[in-house]
C-alpha cells in the first residue's frame, strides 16, 4: 500500500471521518471563511485524540506531545476567531507540512543530559528514519541505549548491558512518532473541521510582539473540568519560518503552575547523513549481538494466560540449562546464542528448581511483562547453595506478540 493510502485509512479510523475531494474543498472553503471572520473572544476546541496519543508511554509523550499539541494549537486557533491574519496561520501549516528532516530535544527538570530524536521523513510526512538517544535516567535498569529505526527494523544498543539487539517491529518507534504519522498534510485541515465539533476545552491566548526578533508566543491552558485540566503548553513560534523551535509543559499544583518539561526543535529540513541511521561504526566489538528477526525467539502463548506463560518460560529455561541445552536456554533468553550462554553459566552449575512464585508486574512500567519470583539450587566450585534471581524479567517479544521470553533478571 502506498504512504498516501495507507496514512488516509489511518486518519478515516482514528476520527471516522470519510475523505474525498469534494468534502476537502468543503473543509477548506470553512477554514477560510473562519478566518476571515475572525474576532476577539478566544475560545477553544479540543481534538479528542490529542491527548490519548500523547500519554502512550514514557519514550512516546516526550516527542509525541510537542508536534500533536502544535496540531491541536492550530486547530484550535483556525476556530477560535481571535487571531488577526498578520498570523500567518496558513504559512506555519504549510511550513509544518514540508518538513523532511528534525533534530529534537526534550529537557526534564534536575536533569542535564537531554533525550534526542532524529528523524527523517517521507516526501508525504511519513516517517522514514530515526534515531533515538534515551538517558541512564529515563531507564535505570536498561541503563543508556541508542536505537535506530530504518525499514521497519529497530535495533537498539543498551550500552550497560553490552548488548545489541534487532527486531523487525516498529512499536518503538511507532510510541514516539505516530503523532508524526497521523499529521499527513492532506488531512489537518480535516481534523479541524472535526474539531469544531466537541466542547471548549482550552483557552488560549496568543502574543505576537511588535519586535519581530522574538517569537510569536501561544499559550494554551486547559480549562477545568476538561481531561486535561490542570495542563498549561506554551508553544514559542519563528516569526520568520513560521515553525515551532520549542514548548513548555506546566502543570497546576498548589495554585500554581509548575514548569514540567521543555521540548525544543532545531535544524528543520537540514539533511542528517544517512550514517545516522546506523549503527554498524558505533557498536564495540565486545558487544553481544542478537538477531530476533531471523529466528523465532521463546514459546508460544497459546491458551495459558500471561501469569502462565511467564512461569512456563522461566520454568523450561532452568530445566535446559540443568540439561546443559544451550541452544534452547538461548532461544528463551532473547535468542541469546548458545554459546553465550553457555560462557553465562560455565561457572555457576544449576542443579535444580525448588520454587517458582506468582508473576508480579514488572516494577518499571515501560518495560512491560513481569517478574517471576524463584529459588534454585546452584553449584560453584563443588558447594551447593539456594539461589534467588534479581527477576526474571519475562515479556512478549518484540515483533513476535504471540511468544514470550526472558529479558534479564535471571543471574
Given at each position: 500500500?502506498?504512504?498516501?493510502?495507507?496514512m488516509?485509512?489511518?486518519?478515516?479510523?482514528?476520527?471516522?471521518?470519510?475523505?474525498?475531494?469534494?468534502?476537502?474543498?468543503?473543509?477548506?472553503?470553512?477554514?477560510?471563511?473562519a478566518?476571515?471572520?475572525?474576532?476577539?473572544?478566544?475560545?477553544a476546541?479540543?481534538?479528542?485524540?490529542?491527548?490519548?496519543?500523547?500519554m502512550?508511554?514514557?519514550?512516546?509523550?516526550l516527542?509525541?506531545?510537542?508536534?500533536?499539541?502544535?496540531?491541536?494549537?492550530?486547530?484550535?486557533?483556525?476556530?477560535?476567531?481571535?487571531?488577526?491574519?498578520?498570523?500567518?496561520?496558513?504559512?506555519?501549516?504549510?511550513?509544518s507540512?514540508?518538513v523532511?528532516?528534525?533534530h529534537?530535544?526534550?529537557f526534564?527538570?534536575?536533569?542535564?543530559?537531554?533525550?534526542?530524536?532524529?528523524?527523517?521523513?517521507?516526501?508525504?510526512?511519513?516517517?522514514?528514519?530515526?534515531?533515538?538517544?534515551?538517558?541512564e535516567?529515563?531507564?535505570p535498569?536498561?541503563?543508556?541505549?541508542?536505537?535506530?529505526?530504518?525499514?521497519?527494523?529497530?535495533?537498539?544498543?543498551?550500552?550497560?548491558?553490552?548488548?545489541?539487539?534487532?527486531?523487525?517491529?516498529?512499536?518503538i518507534?511507532?510510541?514516539?512518532?505516530?503523532?508524526?504519522?497521523?499529521?499527513d498534510?492532506?488531512?489537518?485541515?480535516?481534523?479541524?473541521y472535526?474539531?469544531?465539533?466537541?466542547?471548549d476545552?482550552v483557552?488560549?491566548?496568543?502574543?505576537?510582539?511588535?519586535?519581530?526578533a522574538?517569537?510569536?508566543?501561544?499559550?494554551?491552558?486547559?480549562?477545568?473540568?476538561?481531561?486535561?485540566?490542570?495542563?498549561?503548553?506554551?508553544?514559542?513560534?519563528?516569526?520568520?519560518?513560521?515553525?515551532?523551535?520549542?514548548?513548555?509543559?506546566?502543570?497546576l499544583?498548589?495554585?500554581?503552575?509548575?514548569?514540567?518539561?521543555?521540548?525544543?526543535?532545531?535544524?528543520?529540513?537540514?539533511?542528517?547523513?544517512?550514517?545516522?541511521?546506523?549503527?554498524?561504526?558505533?557498536?564495540?566489538a565486545?558487544?553481544?549481538?542478537?538477531?530476533?528477526?531471523?529466528?523465532?525467539?521463546?514459546l508460544?502463548?497459546?491458551?495459558?494466560?500471561?501469569k502462565?506463560?511467564?512461569?512456563?518460560?522461566?520454568?523450561?529455561?532452568?530445566?535446559?540449562?540443568i540439561?546443559?541445552?544451550y541452544?534452547?536456554?538461548?532461544?528463551?533468553?532473547?535468542?541469546?546464542?548458545?554459546?553465550k550462554?553457555?560462557?553465562?553459566?560455565e561457572?555457576?552449575?544449576?542443579?535444580?528448581?525448588?520454587?517458582?512464585?506468582?508473576p508480579?508486574?514488572?516494577?518499571?512500567?515501560?518495560?512491560?511483562?513481569?517478574?517471576?519470583?524463584?529459588?534454585?539450587?546452584?553449584?560453584?566450585?563443588?558447594?551447593?547453595?539456594?539461589?534467588?534471581?534479581?527477576?526474571?524479567?519475562?515479556?512478549?517479544?518484540?515483533?513476535?506478540p504471540?511468544?514470550?521470553?526472558?529479558?534479564?533478571?535471571?543471574?
Open positions: 500500500m502506498k504512504h498516501n493510502d495507507n488516509e485509512e489511518k486518519i478515516k479510523k482514528k476520527l471516522n471521518f470519510t475523505a474525498g475531494a469534494k468534502i476537502r474543498d468543503r473543509i477548506f472553503d470553512d477554514v477560510l471563511k478566518q476571515e471572520n475572525s474576532k476577539k473572544t478566544i475560545t476546541l479540543k481534538e479528542p485524540n490529542i491527548w490519548r496519543i500523547i502512550k508511554s514514557p519514550i512516546t509523550k516527542a509525541a506531545a510537542a508536534v500533536i499539541i502544535l496540531a491541536g494549537v492550530l486547530s484550535i486557533i483556525v476556530w477560535n476567531k481571535s487571531i488577526p491574519t498578520a498570523y500567518a496561520l496558513e504559512q506555519t501549516v504549510q511550513a507540512h514540508t523532511r528532516y528534525l529534537i530535544k526534550s526534564k527538570p534536575n536533569e542535564d543530559e537531554p533525550k534526542e530524536f532524529w528523524i527523517e521523513f517521507y516526501e508525504d510526512g511519513e516517517v522514514k528514519n530515526v534515531r533515538m538517544h534515551m538517558p535516567w529515563d531507564s535498569e536498561d541503563g543508556a541505549k541508542v536505537t535506530v529505526w530504518k525499514e521497519n527494523k529497530a535495533q537498539v544498543w543498551f550500552k550497560k548491558k553490552k548488548s545489541l539487539v534487532t527486531f523487525s517491529d516498529k512499536t518507534a511507532a510510541n514516539t512518532l505516530d503523532f508524526i504519522e497521523e499529521l498534510p492532506k488531512l489537518v485541515v480535516e481534523r479541524l472535526y474539531a469544531q465539533q466537541a466542547q476545552q483557552k488560549i491566548e496568543i502574543d505576537e510582539p511588535s519586535n519581530k522574538k517569537p510569536i508566543v501561544v499559550t494554551a491552558t486547559c480549562l477545568p473540568g476538561s481531561s486535561r485540566a490542570g495542563w498549561r503548553v506554551v508553544l514559542f513560534v519563528d516569526r520568520a519560518t513560521k515553525l515551532v523551535t520549542a514548548i513548555e509543559f506546566y502543570k499544583k498548589d495554585g500554581k503552575y509548575q514548569y514540567v518539561e521543555l521540548i525544543e526543535y532545531y535544524d528543520y529540513n537540514q539533511p542528517i547523513d544517512a550514517e545516522m541511521f546506523s549503527l554498524d561504526d558505533d557498536i564495540p565486545d558487544v553481544m549481538q542478537t538477531d530476533q528477526t531471523t529466528q523465532k525467539i521463546g508460544v502463548q497459546g491458551d495459558l494466560t500471561d502462565e506463560i511467564a512461569v512456563k518460560v522461566v520454568r523450561e529455561f532452568y530445566e535446559a540449562l540439561a546443559k541445552d541452544a534452547k536456554a538461548g532461544q528463551l533468553y532473547s535468542g541469546l546464542p548458545a554459546d550462554i553457555r560462557e553465562k553459566w561457572e555457576l552449575k544449576v542443579v535444580r528448581i525448588i520454587s517458582i512464585g506468582e508480579v508486574p514488572h516494577p518499571d512500567p515501560g518495560v512491560g511483562g513481569f517478574q517471576v519470583p524463584c529459588k534454585i539450587e546452584v553449584e560453584r566450585d563443588g558447594a551447593k547453595s539456594i539461589y534467588e534471581p534479581y527477576g526474571p524479567g519475562v515479556r512478549p517479544v518484540h515483533g513476535q504471540d511468544h514470550w521470553n526472558i529479558h534479564g533478571g535471571v543471574k
